[in-house]
C-alpha cells in the first residue's frame, strides 16, 4: 500500500489510501486513526510519487483479513450452512456470476483466475476473487493458490474488505464437500477416503465428520510422512 513503511507512517495502520488532485502545495496524507486525525507531510516518501498537481491523500480504513482472523471468523460448521444459504440463494435469482476466467502467461507454471460474483439480496454485495497458482510453491513451503478475495458494496461499489484468498478457498471448498455429503451420502456412512496430503485434505479431514459419524479413514498420497 502506497507510503506503508516509510518514516513516519503509522506502523498499526492498515487500508487504502487515495489521491485527490488539487493546487500545487505539498502533498499531505490526512487519515483517522480512531477519534485522531492525522497528517503527515508527504516531503520525500518516493513511494507515493505525488506530482505537482495533487495536494493531499485521504485514509479510508478497510477491514484486512489474515488467515488466523478468517480462522476465527468462519468456523467450518458455520460455512457449511453459509454455503447452503448461497446455494439457495443461486437457485432463486439473487446470487449471480459468470465462469471464472483463467490465464496461464507463457514460461509460468501455473497462472491466475479472475472469479466475480454479485448478490442482490438482502444486502447488494460485489465480492471478486484474484487468485494466482503456482504449482511449485510447496517445495518452498507455500500453498499453491495464493491472492485475494475483494468485497464491495454492491449499490456504490464501495471497497469494504479484502480477505485473504487462500484461507477462504480452503474453507469454502471443503464447506460444499460437506454440504454434498450431507445431501447426498448415505445416513450410515462412517468410512472417509482422501485422496491427497495438501490443504485441501486437511480440510476434507475436518469438515466431513460435522456431518458424517465418521469412524474410520482412509488416505491416498505420495508420501506417508504427510498423510
Known amino acids: 500500500f502506497l507510503g506503508m513503511g516509510k518514516p513516519g507512517f503509522p506502523p498499526d495502520v492498515r487500508g487504502i489510501v487515495a489521491l485527490q488532485p488539487s493546487s500545487a ?3 499531505v496524507l490526512k487519515m483517522r486513526i480512531g477519534s ?19 495536494r493531499q491523500t485521504f485514509f479510508v480504513p478497510i477491514p484486512i483479513l489474515s488467515p488466523q482472523e478468517i480462522e476465527r471468523l468462519l468456523p467450518m460448521d458455520d460455512c457449511i450452512a453459509v454455503m447452503e444459504q448461497a446455494f439457495g440463494d443461486l ?14 502467461p507463457p514460461g509460468v507454471d501455473g497462472g491466475t483466475m479472475w472469479m466475480a460474483a454479485y448478490r442482490s439480496r438482502t444486502k447488494p454485495m460485489f465480492g471478486t476473487k484474484l487468485l494466482f497458482v503456482l504449482n511449485d510453491n510447496p517445495s518452498h513451503g507455500l500453498d499453491s493458490h495464493q491472492g485475494q478475495v475483494i468485497l464491495a458494496d454492491g ?7 479484502l480477505l485473504d484468498a487462500s484461507t477462504v478457498t480452503a474453507i469454502r471448498t471443503a464447506a ?28 476434507h479431514l475436518e ?21
Open 25 to 27: 502545495r505539498p502533498p
Open 36 to 54: 485522531s486525525l492525522v497528517t503527515v507531510k508527504l516531503k520525500g516518501w518516493s513511494a507515493l510519487s505525488v506530482g505537482s498537481g495533487f
Open 91 to 104: 437457485q432463486r435469482g439473487f446470487l449471480h456470476h459468470p465462469l471464472r476466467t483463467f490465464w496461464a
Open 155 to 161: 449499490e456504490t461499489g464501495e471497497l469494504r474488505a
Open 176 to 203: 460444499v464437500s460437506a454440504l454434498a455429503t450431507r445431501l447426498l451420502a448415505r445416513e450410515d456412512a462412517r468410512v472417509l477416503a482422501i485422496v491427497g496430503t495438501g490443504v485441501q485434505a486437511r480440510k
Open 207 to 227: 469438515s466431513i465428520p460435522l456431518v458424517r459419524p465418521i469412524e474410520r479413514i482412509f488416505v491416498a498420497g505420495r508420501s506417508g510422512e504427510h498423510a
